[in-house]
């Protein structure tokens, strides 16, 4: 069956936050952050959200605050991704999170672990301010780097392996720290392997 992907708005802080997503709600999510120079679209352009929704995910790539059509918000970077799986029903995903957009996850990661299926870093910025509380968080892990990658060094993803319980990484070749624009297809398929050896959820909604 072929996918098509929508777009909406949801309500987070009285402020309308652009989605797109693809596939159908009673599916396992994974769900897009981005980076400073991205958005949503990004996902789109690179057959991401279509590649997953084919492969039995509802994909959904949303515009962070202030970035695409998204309205911007002051403050409140802790609690938005809490607030924002709420007002899109958006139950345990599986989070790709790359470089500036760490600032939402990580904070999301340690506060609430129990609510994400998986985690996939993807050279998150500020990931060493969070070095002593990732420890012990047990959701199934994968840390995502280029091997040119010279905002973030590639050593940064031992930092998940260190202190999470089950951590894996994957180094993209010939990649940079947007690793995902260069290496588009080893990037699909090590999430891919990802998602297949994850154990199945019992709260999806």
């Known amino acids: 069956m072929s996918q098509t992907i929508a777009n909406r708005f949801v309500r987070v802080f009285n402020k309308n936050i652009h989605l797109q997503e693809a596939g159908t709600p009673e599916k396992p999510v994974i769900l897009f952050l981005?980076?400073?120079s991205f958005s949503s679209q990004t996902w789109?352009?690179?057959?991401s959200l279509l590649?997953?929704?084919e492969r039995g995910y509802r994909s959904i790539a949303v515009d962070l605050p202030g970035y695409g059509l998204s309205q911007r918000l002051f403050g409140?970077?802790?609690n938005f991704l809490e607030q924002f799986l709420?007002?899109?029903n958006i139950s345990h995903p599986v989070l790709v999170s790359p470089s500036m957009s760490g600032?939402?996850?990580l904070p999301f990661l340690v506060e609430h672990p129990d609510k994400l299926r998986g985690y996939i870093p993807v050279a998150p910025v500020g990931i060493s301010q969070f070095r002593k509380r990732l420890?012990?968080?047990e959701v199934p892990t994968l840390a995502i780097w280029g091997d040119d990658d010279r905002i973030l060094s590639v050593s940064q993803a031992e930092i998940f392996l260190d202190r999470m319980a089950n951590a894996q990484k994957v180094v993209l070749k010939k990649a940079g720290h947007a690793c995902y624009m260069k290496a588009t297809e080893a990037f699909h398929q090590a999430?891919?392997?990802f998602l297949e050896e994850l154990p199945e959820s019992g709260d999806r909604t």
């Open 86 to 88: 709420e007002a899109a």
């Open 135 to 137: 420890e012990g968080i």
């Open 44 to 47: 789109r352009e690179l057959g």
């Open 103 to 105: 600032n939402y996850s």
């Open 51 to 53: 590649f997953f929704a």
């Open 34 to 36: 981005h980076g400073a």
């Open 191 to 193: 999430i891919w392997q």
């Open 76 to 78: 409140r970077r802790d």
